[in-house]
C-alpha cells in the first residue's frame, strides 16, 4: 500500500529555514506527480507546491511563491521542500501527498509541524 513519511519540521524564527522530506513507498514514485500541502490551526487545508514525476516542472501557491523550492530525488524516493524566509503565517503541519495541485488528503503520512516564531 502506499506510505508517505514526512520529517523535518520543527521550531524555527522568522526569516529562517527549515527542509522538509517525504519518503514515499507502495508506488512507482518516479512516475508520479508530487504535492506538498499544509494546515493550520482551525483552517483548512492549503495547498503549497507540485512537481511532476520527472521534476521538471512545477508549480507554487501565492503565499509561498519566491520562498519554497520543491525538488525531488526519484532514486530515493524523496520528495523535499525547502522551505527559506519563513514567515509566522506558514507555521502549519505539512504532508505530502500524491498528486497535482492537491486541495485534500485522501492519501497522506503523519505530517511534520511547522512552527514560525516572531
Known amino acids: 500500500q502506499v506510505q508517505l513519511v514526512e520529517s523535518g519540521g520543527g521550531l524555527v524564527q522568522s526569516g529562517g529555514s527549515l527542509r522538509l522530506s517525504c519518503v514515499g513507498s507502495?508506488?512507482?514514485?518516479?512516475?508520479?506527480?508530487m504535492s506538498w500541502v499544509r494546515q493550520a490551526p482551525g483552517k483548512g487545508l492549503e495547498w503549497v507546491s507540485s512537481i511532476t514525476g520527472a521534476g521538471s516542472s512545477y508549480s507554487y501557491g501565492e503565499s509561498v511563491a519566491g520562498r519554497f523550492t520543491i525538488s525531488r530525488d526519484n532514486a530515493k524516493n524523496t520528495l523535499y521542500l525547502q522551505m527559506d524566509r519563513l514567515k509566522p503565517e506558514d507555521t502549519a503541519k505539512y504532508y505530502c501527498?500524491?498528486?497535482?495541485?492537491?486541495?485534500?488528503?485522501?492519501?497522506r503520512g503523519q505530517g511534520t509541524q511547522v512552527t514560525v516564531t516572531s
Open positions: 501527498t500524491l498528486g497535482w495541485k492537491v486541495t485534500n488528503l485522501t492519501v
Open positions: 507502495g508506488f512507482t514514485f518516479g512516475n508520479t506527480r
